[in-house]
């Protein structure tokens, strides 16, 4: 990152562009958009009470009367109310089991504050054959009749009473699954999955590969490759901005000796979007040191923002798992654990970047924490590389507690990088990615390593498995696809032969570690002694990479070839993470522009489709979520965008 996004020594050299920052705009509706042709145990006390009953958690954000922080608004009838039905003692409501999707990820719906998960996995329910009735033997024609009447009528019973015990064997059943039952089995192989009214069945298939429904971490999933869910806006203006009538979001703090003030969010910014206690939450940290949790629909504060000690600069993660658990870095040099349970945000734990040893550059923490089955995966900007055991739970009284351990660090630099780069700046940025056991990050000396956790449950110890070096700062989160190739996106800013030789967006082969790389394209603006490269993280969609440089290109790469199939100019620089949902590309400038492309055909430029003017330089990813785009500009406010 450069000084805008990274504390840096007065010696460092300069690195990217600091942006105008406009000041706070007076509260104001903007215009419409513009169409284009073409360690100990820590409680969190709450009252189960005041948390309210949890309406569907796909019908939308409707604000229930009395709830929350701030007034309460009229229920909006495109919201039905309650679909499913309380289930008694339980305080939620029931729910049909889940369905395994292939490669991750479960169809049905799942309580959005679920409890502690019953032991055992997913299996599959028992496959039954069936054996056609044989037809009876010939009959006589001396046979009496009413023998023959009689015999058919058995005949007929036995089959419809065959048909019927396979159609119950082959069903789900435990329909009727309580609190605990998030994991119970999938249906057979091929069995009929239980049906459910369409707009259920359409929104309850997260495509993220987590088990509570949401845009719960950057870029969505342990891929780091999932947009959100549309329907994206057609004709958009802005809906609201936050906060409120008050200004904008700003606060102090220092930088590389200099103390300024920072406003809006940056990068990278994404909001989480995800569904709790019959509303949709929208969570994000900003430059005005506080993490909040608005409305969905308003805008307005579900409960008070949350305090940091310092600007927050990354984006937060939501519990993927149900537990009402907000995870979020900070520049006041902590990992924060948030519970959401209560009133009033609550911190149960936080991670020191001093509590390892040794360290590097500082204390930051930019990354968007990676949390898959009880295990927590971050680096921090002191180069080394977390994992922590988190040890969530409820208590007897139903609050929810953690009691973390760190399991497991790392340097994320080695002697061999120190040689080549000469300078000690190898802090972590990025946001750890997980792919089939192995988890991948880089850091600012370029050093993209791969380390084995598939046993960590286990208590064995990670294995590093992979190492490649990009000769230049990767602070963009590394991304993976299906089958387990890498696209990594490099800065150019140490002028190195190694950036000059593989790059600006490689596409790397961990499979094939002695010589991973597969294809590579050099940022057309790079040249020696001009600072360029990609700071966002590159978007997959079909067999197309997406990345944004820092000059301003959009460049369209195939994914197979690594050849630029097209490229789209924009005001620089281009930090933000392209998102790609519903063959609709949104990307934002640093004019303040929000823009919607057509990517229906890949293999050309896309058309735009339209364009809101926000204000503000952006650099934070939006999140795409049920008709919405919400995102964050460094003027100081937050914006959500849709249809009127």
Known sequence: MTPRGRRRSPSHKTRGRQPPRADPPAPRRPPRSQRSDGGDRTYETTDPAAWGSRDDPYSGARRRGGGGYGAPTPDDDRYPEDPYPETP???????????????????????????????????????????????????????????????LLVGLLLLAAAVAAVALLGRDDDSGATREGANAPASAPGAAAPEAPPDEAEAAAPGSGFETPGLLTFRGSPSRSYYGEGPVPRD??????????????????????????????????????????????????????????????????????????????????????????????????????????????????????????????????????????DFLYEGGENSQFHIVKLNRSYAEDGTVQVAPELVFNTPGWDDELLAALGDTEV???????????????????????????????????????????????????LVADDEGFLYVASEYERFTDRSAEVGQLMKLDPGSPDDPLVWSVHDPGASPGTTAGIWATPALHGGLVIAPTDGGEVLGVDRASGEVRWQLDLPPPTWQSPVVVDDVLIEGDCDGTLHAYDLSDTAVAPPELWSVELGGCIESTPAVWNGRIFVGTRGGRFFAVGDP
């Open 89 to 151: 003692g339980a305080g939620g409501p029931a729910f049909p089991p889940p369905e395994r999707l292939p490669g991750g990820g479960h169809a049905g719906p799942f309580p959005d504050e679920p409890r502690p998960m019953t032991p055992g996995g997913f299996g599959s329910a028992a496959e039954m054959s069936h054996r056609r009735t044989p037809a009876p033997a010939h009959l006589a024609p001396r046979h009496d009749r009413r023998r023959l009447v009689a015999l």
């Open 236 to 373: 958009p203006e802005v809906l609201w901005s936050y906060p409120g009538e008050s200004g904008g979001m700003c606060a102090e703090s220092s930088d590389g000796g200099e103390t300024k003030v920072w406003c809006g969010t940056g990068w990278t910014g994404q909001p989480s979007v995800f569904e709790r206690d019959g509303r949709t939450w929208v969570v994000f940290g900003a430059y005005d040191r506080n993490v909040h949790f608005v409305d969905y629909r308003t805008g307005e504060d579900i409960i008070p923002p949350f305090p940091t000690g310092d600007i927050i600069k990354g984006s937060v993660t939501v519990d993927p798992d149900g537990y009402p658990l907000v995870y979020s870095g900070s520049r006041d040099n902590r990992l924060h654990v948030i519970s959401i349970a209560g009133p009033e945000p609550r911190e149960l734990w936080s991670l020191d970047a001093e509590a390892v040893s040794p360290t590097m550059w500082n204390d930051d923490w930019d990354g968007s924490p990676l949390v898959i089955d």
């Open 427 to 477: 802090s972590i940025e990025n946001s750890v990615v997980h792919h089939d056991g192995v988890v991948y990050f880089a850091n600012s000396g370029g050093l993209v390593q791969g380390w084995d956790v598939s046993g960590i449950a286990d208590g064995t110890p990670p294995t590093r498995t992979f190492r490649f070096w990009t000769g230049d700062d990767t602070d963009a989160s």
